[in-house]
């Protein structure tokens, strides 16, 4: 055993012995320990900061002395004089060893460290963005051995950084000279690499030491809306987060009116095309604008959306994606520039999709596999994803399945004759008394329930305007448990409900939720029009996940995560009793927020997550609904709002349903014959 | 030793036995023969054409039978109706083997055959450009194993073609899905691969069978002008050539005015460099116009030029190369999107930059390099570009020098009292009559010498406008044989040279060599700031070529290849008895033609090439004449016009040259000292 001195790394663990006088960077680049530095041991850069422990380590065998390290020297001075540098903090590129020493890496000195996720259940994010910056000393040029200036930046990569192969983009060689000049052959380089395997790549350089950091965006580019957060790719914190509508609406609302746009105006695709790009650039110039920075300064983007928009966005015509069999132009990721995309980003800028699962399943689920994990959960999980279209995974470390389920817009807000989008003015919580059968309700905007004192004041300016989706919902499974809807989803008139708010609406009755009119706002009233929607939407929702149940051959799952904003805005026990997702402990049932832009996230954040949810999304069993004859089977059966008539072990527990039935006769009867069908399949 | 049928191909010579029935392109795959086939042995393209030979073949030990191959079939009938194959000829994909068999692989019928170059000495070029074509029946899509368009496509050339890995271009992507389902499944890709060790990359898909070819650019961009050949891909034919003026003349007639126009001019370098790029755009507009084909068939396109050229064309500001140290932004060979140039060829097509020598030694001169070889050549040869700058290449296949000489434009023409381009009009050849003094002369546009009958008619739409670098090369070279001139570049008197022709101009005299006043045309005299502008120009070319001589420790070289269009029109006696070039015999000075031309065509051709002259660049050894004190004392030494005074073994058998001297004194004993002082270096 050499009598050299032994370094211990925390918290790696990492040990190892190195004469004495090795500098702590050294000793921990020989040893693979994680610790940052951008200038490459110059004492410029202070990301290398370790903290030296002293005193007697046990668990580690060591004792540590006080001289353990070579004195405090002057280049530590002056940093700590222009910066500061926390008590007992050390720059591991001047601090030599020279004694045995145990030495511990702070997260913020670590490359890839952990970036927290808020949700308990979610894994946490390893930063290892495709973008990093080394900071290199180029030699200068000499008439007597000629070689361009690029050529000796990358000899100083490889001498300096055993960086090597490395490319560069035209940008880069066009700039290059006058940067190299006015940095004195000192600079910084963005390199980015999306692939391990893959040549690095010259994204830009800056004159000297770059302080600064670079970003990147994780874009969510839904049919409605397009959200982006901004992310630091050094720390991995989200600095910005931003969404603006997405200009395609003026095409058509739903997924489906876009195709048929451009199947019916020639050129039409490259105006929707256009369109979600110039979007795109707007939201990109407020996000910039938020976070008071460069939009050149953001070097990467990570883009998740539906097949239609991913063709659209791309610059693909969508009209396959219309007809079956719904073939995909490309289903696997694509890394692009974003030049070719129009886009206002560095001009050297790739940006990555991730791959579609299939012709009706797009990168958005991918994300939201991504971000779910479901093909590592040791549960069965069933992660829903409700927009226009449902995206629902279901599947366990062993297996997943996907599909897509055709909800249409009523869960939106959209096809209800009092229904809008969420916004202030609408109402999202509503709650019935099943004894008096009167309402209270609250609205976006105010927190305030409208049977408590203040409420008028509260939306005094928000006005009551409409009701969207998720009070549509709970509105809905309310009228159930007050017993003023039977199980086929009629509303009982007044006389059968002894309730006044039950009014005559046609031939059928509708339940009067608000009535402004008296102060010229609008008469609120949930339809028989409207539940009918409602009960379409849902049981395309709940038909589509008991056709990957009958596929894996289960009655049950074991927990149910619900992505997207509708997800994360309404009630687990209002989506049970309305029957839009199976049965399932309600404590079980979680809401994931915006999933698919997590999973946008993590693969902006974390380059091997990209190849992770690409082999993922390949092993996912594909199912479309359009063509599965159970998947009819289910829809016809799953209109039915469940019913106290029908065992239901977990629900009743939670909340009685009354048994009553506003049919002429047998509606009751066909809604107990699709649970008990259901149960048979 | 099996029983199988033996098949020896021609005129690769390899053999191998096959099992009867065997096709006769597959036994060539598996030998690895060069045999043709773009539709993969299905009888479509007929590419793979052969001819068997009957009978008894003594040296490749083989009797071929009459049924040697399989009967002539269906698909080679219908073939030979629809259009047309020699008699002889069988489809390779069609015969198979039945009996030992000699099968001979015409020309047409390799997919590397052999483009024969004009000139004797000059190696002959493989064919092997960096795009292919091939064809493919992919999968139709299919609901229950949802995969993009282009993924089954990728399928289809692996399990078709054994092509793995391959990449598409956004624009492939984007134009995919119509023409799968045009061509019925059936489509013809175009590969391109710049590099053997790249992943493939799908440019280009035609819907079912494309029998077309496509179509690659060799571009030389001079100062002057920028000429470029059409070469068919397929074949390597040219099939046009076309040249236009460089549209950046209008900033400057040289490069060293270009330079200080972009130093003077903020945003001087970008309108230089849309300047030439429209240029080039306007010059593929016209040579697909002469060819008659689409421009977007052009796929591929490799461009020589200088280095001010190379940066101003890539979009590099040329500041660097203005001043010492004369710093490329990068010496390395480019590979870059012609969309990024803003080039209007194919919308995927990338294009090739040959990599600079040094900061004055350009991609032109890698090009001549790289069609002259003087790197495989056995004796020592010296290489001359003549332009504005000369370039300048000596070595063997042990080493190779090169540098660049500053000749300035008066071998254009330019800065000569009576010069001009080489244009119709201009005096090109002129020979004077050492008794009479009395010059005779032939004017471009005409064949017909001065003195000859018909003369006078046949420039009568041209006229006699001035002359041009070729012709005043001669008309020195001429003037100093007839003894109208000294050593020292002096003209003589009318009355010491007894010619009425040497007439009084300024300080000095000049030689009459036209007088076209009585006619309205122009008086053609050859002053003496003519001779001193081109004493200078030739004292530059010779000082470099001196200079490598030195380097390389030699006093003479064995052979002299004058390189460019003005090296393809000036004598090479005129050259020598001016003292352009270094002693040579005369049988030993040839002219190569636009040499960086014929190296850009064969960089298109065959991709190898490519890497040769990559390497080749890296070990020539590089010399700045710039700092080189040895090339001034050169300089000084060389402005000398060579006299009969001095030992001239070579020349003297061919001419004989008086000794004259019209300085007041000494003048010519500095010429002599010069030619001693030379052969001492």
Chains 1, 2 share one sequence.
Not at 160 to 187: A, C, E, F, M, Y
Not at 239 to 256: C, H, K, T, W, Y
Not at 357 to 366: E, N, R, T
Not at 567 to 596: E, F, R, Y
Request: hydrophobic fraction near 40%; charged fraction near 20%.
């Amino acid at each position: 055993m050499s009598n050299d001195p032994l370094v211990v790394f925390t918290p790696s663990g990492k040990r190892g012995r190195f004469p004495a006088g090795t500098p702590v960077l050294t000793a921990a680049r020989q040893l693979g320990v994680d610790l940052d530095s951008v200038c490459g041991g110059r004492g410029i850069c202070s990301k290398c900061q370790i903290t030296p422990s002293y005193g007697d380590f046990a668990k580690h065998g060591v004792t540590v002395a006080d001289d353990a390290l070579s004195d405090w020297n002057k280049v530590e001075q002056r940093y700590k004089d222009k910066r500061g540098l926390i008590d007992g903090r050390r720059l591991g590129c001047q601090a030599r060893v020279e004694k045995d020493v145990v030495i511990d890496v702070p997260p913020e000195s670590q490359v890839h460290k952990q970036v927290v996720r808020k949700r308990a259940e979610a894994r946490d994010i390893t930063l290892n963005p495709s973008v990093r910056l080394v900071y290199v000393e180029v030699e200068e040029p000499d008439m007597h051995k000629p070689s361009g200036d690029l050529e000796r930046l990358c000899e100083a990569l490889d001498k300096q950084w055993q960086i090597k192969d490395v490319n560069s983009d035209l940008h880069v060689v066009q700039t290059l000279q006058p940067v190299l000049r006015k940095g004195g052959w000192k600079v910084t380089v963005a390199l980015h690499q999306a692939e391990a395997n893959q040549p690095p790549r010259i994204m830009h350089i800056w004159p000297g030491y770059y302080d600064g950091t670079v970003y990147g965006l994780a874009v969510d580019l839904g049919s409605t809306t397009i959200a982006a957060h901004l992310c630091d790719l050094k720390s991995g914190a989200v600095v910005a987060s931003s969404g603006i509508m997405n200009p395609q609406i003026r095409f058509g609302e739903d997924l489906m009116s876009r195709v048929s746009y451009s199947m019916m105006n020639k050129g039409g695709d490259t105006e929707m095309t256009r369109a979600v790009r110039e979007g795109m650039n707007a939201l990109f110039a407020q996000i910039s604008g938020e976070a008071n920075i460069d939009p050149s300064l953001i070097m990467d983007a990570v883009f998740v959306c539906n097949p239609v928009m991913h063709h659209l966005f791309v610059g693909i015509d969508p009209f396959e994606l219309g007809q079956a069999p719904f073939a995909l132009a490309t289903s696997n990721a694509l890394t692009l520039k974003a030049q070719d995309l129009n886009l206002d980003l560095h001009p050297a800028a790739r940006v990555y999709l991730l791959p579609c699962i299939a012709g009706h399943v797009g990168a958005d689920a991918a994300a939201v596999a991504l971000s779910e994990a479901p093909d590592k959960s040791e549960d069965l999980v069933l992660v829903v994803d409700v927009g226009t279209n449902a995206e629902i995974l279901l599947g366990n470390k062993d297996r997943v399945l996907a599909c897509s389920s055709p909800t249409g817009p009523a869960f939106e807000g959209a096809q209800i004759s009092s229904g809008q989008r969420a916004a202030p003015g609408a109402i999202e919580r509503v709650e019935i008394n099943p004894e008096t059968k009167e309402p209270r309700f609250r609205v976006i905007g105010s927190d305030i329930w409208s049977d408590e004192p203040g409420f008028r004041e509260s939306i005094a300016t928000t006005g009551i305007s409409g009701i969207c989706g998720s009070g549509i919902i709970e509105v809905i499974a309310e009228m159930r448990l007050a017993g003023l809807l039977d199980a086929s989803g009629l509303i009982g008139s007044a006389a059968q409900t002894g309730s006044a708010r039950c009014v005559p609406e046609g031939r059928t009755h509708a339940y009067l939720l608000w009535d402004g009119t008296a102060e010229g706002g609008p008469r609120i009233t949930v339809t028989n029009p409207d539940i009918r929607a409602i009960q379409m939407a849902k049981a395309a929702l709940y038909s589509g996940a008991r056709l990957l149940m009958d596929k894996i051959g289960v009655e049950t799952v074991d927990r149910v995560v619900l992505a997207g904003a509708f997800g994360a805005h309404i009630s687990a026990k209002h989506a049970m009793v309305l029957g839009m997702i199976p049965d399932c402990p309600l404590d079980k049932v979680t809401s994931a927020g915006n999933a698919a832009g997590t999973g946008a996230r993590i693969a902006l954040l974390n380059i091997e997550a990209r190849r992770e949810i690409e082999t993922t999304v390949r092993q996912i069993e594909k199912i479309e609904t359009a063509v599965e004859p159970r998947f009819q089977e289910h829809f016809v059966n799953a209109s039915a709002i469940p019913n106290a008539t029908e065992p239901f072990p977990i629900l009743k527990t939670v909340v009685s349903l009354p048994d009553v039935s506003f049919n002429a006769g047998g509606g009751d009867g066909d809604a107990a014959g699709g649970r008990r069908r259901r149960r048979r399949g």
